[in-house]
T-cell receptor, first 114, second 113 residues
C-alpha cells in the first residue's frame, strides 16, 4: 500500500507562536509531497509543493515566510506555521505520491489559533 | 489557469438508489483523474482513479467514466448505503510537470436510510 502519516491530528496554539506539522510516508519514499489547506465546507487548496533536498514551490498568494516547508528526507516533510494568528486556523492536509498508487493523503491536522 | 468544475455541490439520494457526480477539467494535458472520499474531520481517501488511456473503470459499486474529447469524467455509485454519505472530490492531474493536482469543489452526498 501507500500510507501517509500526519501529526498532530489537532493542535491549539496561542497567537504569535509557531506550530510544526509533520507528514511522513511510511512504506515508500516520496521525493515530492504536497501541502493543502481546507476551510470548512470547501475544497482543498494547494499551498505548496515540497521537494526533497530543495526549496518548496509555493502557490500564488501563499506566504513562504509564514508557512515554512522543510523536506529533509525522502519520507518526511514538515510545515511550520510561524507567528500563527486566528486567521491561520484551518485544516491542513499533506499528500504524497507513490508510483502506481496515485496520491495518498494524510489524515489532516486541525489547527486552532486562540 | 487550470480548473476543475464539479457538480452537483450537494446530492441527496435514497438508500439503494444510484448517485452520479460529474466533473469537467480544462487542462488538456491532464491524464490522471482520481476521486476522493472525505469524511468529517479526516483526510481525503482515494476511492477510485482512471488514467487517460481508459474510458471506464469499475470497482464493485463504484465506477468512473472518462470522456477525454469532452474533458468530462464522472463518478457513479450504485446501491448507495448510508455509509457512503461524505464529501466527494474529483481531481485532475498530469503525470509530468510536478504532478500538480487540481481539485473540484466537492460534492456533499447524503444517503437517506
Amino acid at each position: 500500500g501507500a500510507v501517509v502519516s500526519q501529526h498532530p491530528s489537532w493542535v491549539i496554539c496561542k497567537s504569535g507562536t509557531s506550530v510544526k506539522i509533520e507528514c511522513r510516508s511510511l512504506d515508500f519514499q516520496a521525493t515530492t509531497m504536497f501541502w493543502y489547506r481546507q476551510f470548512p465546507k470547501q475544497s482543498l487548496m494547494l499551498m505548496a509543493t515540497s521537494n526533497e533536498g530543495s526549496k518548496a514551490t509555493y502557490e500564488q498568494g501563499v506566504e513562504k515566510d509564514k508557512f515554512l516547508i522543510n523536506h529533509a528526507s525522502l519520507t518526511l516533510s514538515t510545515l511550520t506555521v510561524t507567528s500563527a494568528h486566528p486567521e491561520d486556523s484551518s485544516f491542513y492536509i499533506c499528500s504524497a505520491r507513490k508510483a502506481d498508487y496515485g496520491y495518498t493523503f494524510g489524515s489532516g491536522t486541525r489547527l486552532t489559533v486562540v | 489557469g487550470e480548473n476543475v468544475e464539479q457538480h452537483p455541490s450537494t446530492l441527496s439520494v435514497q438508500e439503494g438508489d444510484s448517485a452520479v457526480i460529474k466533473c469537467t477539467y480544462s487542462d488538456s494535458a491532464s491524464n490522471y483523474f482520481p476521486w476522493y472520499k472525505q469524511e468529517l474531520g479526516k483526510g481525503p481517501q482515494l476511492i477510485i482513479d482512471i488514467r487517460s488511456n481508459v474510458g471506464e473503470k469499475k470497482d464493485q459499486r463504484i465506477a468512473v467514466t472518462l470522456n477525454k474529447t469532452a474533458k468530462h469524467f464522472s463518478l457513479h455509485i450504485t446501491e448507495t448505503q448510508p455509509e457512503d454519505s461524505a464529501v466527494y472530490f474529483c481531481a485532475a492531474s498530469r503525470r509530468t510537470g510536478g504532478f500538480k493536482t487540481i481539485f473540484g469543489a466537492g460534492t456533499r452526498l447524503f444517503v437517506k436510510a
